[in-house]
């Protein structure tokens, strides 16, 4: 079998174990859905939870590629990762093993997110647009996912990698076009939330359906994917050998 | 051509030197490094299972260079550092299948046959999170055993287990090293090394200054002192290699070269006089006083690892 994927039902089988892991990391993403998409009073359109459920979405990824990282720094400070740099099968195997099982993870919880704003209300999911957001999502998550393991192959123990999550997370979500469109919001928000990768998946994912779509966009997202993937392999290879 | 062989081997950290210049050959034997904390122990295995490069000299394993073609080094060899890493949340027979997959064994025959040797068969299908240490190590072993490595580098193998865990470990070891396995193993414990190794070489500040059998490193420090308390007053007992230091009425005292081989003459000449031995006393050097000879009290040179620390609490609590 394919190292990648032995790696990779490593950890899904060390996550599914665990019940509490799998629910809990699904408890904010629900939160937003329900007590933003549901209460907040808004006079831009009259479906909030339609516009925000991409959103969501893409925050459901954020989140859980943002804390893949944790998974490799655990490896590393338990010693698993040298047993597995002993190993004779490619060394890049380990890495690419977490980023899919990051993105996959991800991709479950943004499924049962899914779930829940259809039966909450959201109008928006026909069959072209679910598999569009898995496409544009899958993309996001291994953007963040290299991301997240390149800062996890960087520092030194857990402390400093939730220090770094903390501080990347949440200004990223808050600074993106989740909560609100372009047109509401100050002149100042609206200068970052241009430029915010996280605004880039969830405005991809609200083209689909209204046009026109987001060629552009796309090409970015997969560009950056890449570029992330190749400098997270950069930085394993140099810091493991 | 030696299974391992390392010629001026030395590793480097920010001007701190690790490993100084190592010559070493090991070839089908149980090889114990012995060393303080942070004499380079540690480094000079990683360094000879390819997770290190070397800053000079080199290193063949099984005839292979250890940077030049260190994917041909990892293949047969097996590695299992000192941290007891196995996933707690799977079986034991998911966590060596797991290494047979990634060595690209096919079916389950090898991954049920190594399960039986570490006499792990029983619980294979239990969660490892039940295991005690000692198991938990045997399951380490038996990860690193099922792609039949001619190599296997352990460090630290018995630390934070009980004594019958450790028994367990070394016998399972020399039972390798019986079918021909080549084992490099590190540790600080000097009773054990002395009893399992063939051969220990003692390391202190990066520097390898003894490589020797136990037995003979021992006897460098020259002698034992055997006491002997008999029930009546005897004549002291002469033959070769007994040398009579004090002999008193009911006491006799001698230095000998090697105990084991002249207690028994000893015994018998008492038993000749009608004599019944009280009590017999051999004071040995042990392994930890030619080590503090050779290798003096070094203070840990390295960061305390508090990491580390806790987790050999939590092992030994």
């Given at each position: 079998m394919n190292a990648v994927l032995v790696y990779f039902l490593r950890d899904m089988r060390r996550w599914t174990r665990s019940h509490f892991n799998v629910y809990s990391t699904l408890i904010m993403p629900a939160a937003w859905l329900i007590f933003v998409g549901l209460a907040l009073p808004t006079r831009f359109t009259d479906n909030y939870l339609d516009f925000i459920v991409p959103g969501i979405l893409v925050l459901t990824m954020l989140t859980a590629g943002m804390q893949g990282g944790s998974s490799l720094i655990f490896d590393k400070i338990l010693g698993f990762l040298n047993k597995f740099l002993a190993l004779p099968s490619p060394r890049e195997a380990i890495l690419f093993g977490k980023i899919l099982f990051?993105?996959?993870?991800?991709?479950?919880?943004?499924?049962?997110?899914?779930?829940?704003?259809?039966?909450?209300?959201?109008?928006?999911?026909?069959?072209?647009?679910?598999?569009?957001?898995?496409?544009?999502?899958?993309?996001?998550?291994?953007?963040?996912?290299?991301?997240?393991?390149?800062?996890?192959?960087?520092?030194?123990?857990?402390?400093s990698y939730a220090a770094v999550n903390a501080v990347i997370s949440m200004p990223l979500f808050f600074t993106s076009s989740a909560l609100m469109p372009y047109d509401v919001m100050p002149a100042w928000l609206r200068a970052i939330a241009q430029v915010n990768p996280v605004s880039l998946a969830i405005d991809l994912i609200r083209?689909?359906?209204?046009?026109?779509?987001?060629?552009?966009?796309?090409?970015?997202?997969?560009?950056?994917?890449?570029?992330?993937?190749?400098?997270?392999?950069?930085?394993?290879?140099?810091?493991?050998? | 051509m030696a299974t391992i062989e390392t010629t001026g081997l030395t590793k480097q950290y920010d001007g701190l030197t690790a490993v100084d210049g190592l010559d070493l050959e090991v070839d089908r034997e149980i090889f114990g490094l012995l060393g303080p904390n942070g004499s380079g122990k540690t480094t000079t295995v990683l360094m000879l299972t390819t997770l290190l490069r070397p800053t000079h000299g080199s290193a063949r394993v099984c005839g292979h260079d250890v940077v030049e073609r260190s994917a041909r080094v990892r293949e047969r060899i097996s590695f299992v550092p000192q941290d007891m890493a196995v996933d707690i949340k799977l079986t034991g027979r998911e966590n060596v299948r797991f290494y047979a997959e990634l060595y690209g064994i096919r079916g389950s025959d090898r991954v049920d046959e190594v399960l039986g040797v570490m006499d792990l068969a029983d619980r294979a299908d239990d969660l490892v999170r039940t295991y005690s240490g000692g198991m938990r190590r045997r399951l380490e072993l038996a990860q690193a055993l099922v792609h039949e490595p001619e190599v296997l580098f352990l460090d630290e193998p018995t630390i934070g287990l009980d004594v019958a865990g450790r028994q367990a470990i070394w016998t399972h070891i020399q039972d390798l090293r019986r079918r021909g396995m080549t084992i490099f193993v590190t540790t600080h414990y000097m009773d054990e090394a002395d009893r399992a190794c063939d051969r220990v070489g003692i390391i202190a500040r990066g520097r390898l200054v003894a490589v020797d059998t136990p037995r003979a490193l021992?006897?460098?420090?020259?002698?034992?002192?055997?006491?002997?308390?008999?029930?009546?007053?005897?004549?002291?007992?002469?033959?070769?290699?007994?040398?009579?230091?004090?002999?008193?009425?009911?006491?006799?005292?001698?230095?000998?070269?090697?105990?084991?081989?002249?207690?028994?003459?000893?015994?018998?000449?008492?038993?000749?006089?009608?004599?019944?031995?009280?009590?017999?006393?051999?004071?040995?050097?042990?392994?930890?006083?030619?080590?503090?000879?050779?290798?003096?009290?070094?203070?840990?040179?390295?960061?305390?690892?508090?990491?580390?620390?806790?987790?050999?609490?939590?092992?030994?609590?």
């Open positions: 990051i993105t996959v993870r991800g991709l479950l919880q943004a499924t049962v997110i899914m779930v829940l704003a259809v039966l909450l209300g959201a109008t928006l999911f026909e069959p072209g647009m679910v598999l569009f957001s898995y496409l544009v999502l899958g993309l996001f998550g291994v953007l963040l996912s290299a991301f997240s393991t390149a800062i996890a192959l960087y520092v030194q123990d857990h402390d083209s689909f359906s209204a046009p026109p779509f987001a060629w552009s966009s796309l090409v970015v997202l997969v560009v950056l994917c890449m570029a992330m993937v190749t400098f997270s392999s950069y930085l394993f290879r140099r810091t493991t050998i | 021992r006897h460098r420090l020259g002698g034992e002192r055997v006491s002997v308390v008999t029930d009546r007053p005897v004549e002291p007992v002469l033959a070769e290699g007994l040398h009579l230091v004090d002999g008193e009425g009911d006491r006799l005292v001698y230095h000998v070269d090697d105990a084991a081989e002249v207690v028994p003459v000893l015994l018998a000449g008492i038993a000749t006089q009608g004599a019944r031995v009280r009590g017999l006393e051999v004071q040995a050097p042990t392994l930890d006083d030619v080590f503090l000879a050779l290798a003096g009290r070094q203070d840990d040179g390295g960061a305390f690892d508090f990491q580390r620390f806790r987790t050999m609490l939590r092992r030994r609590g």
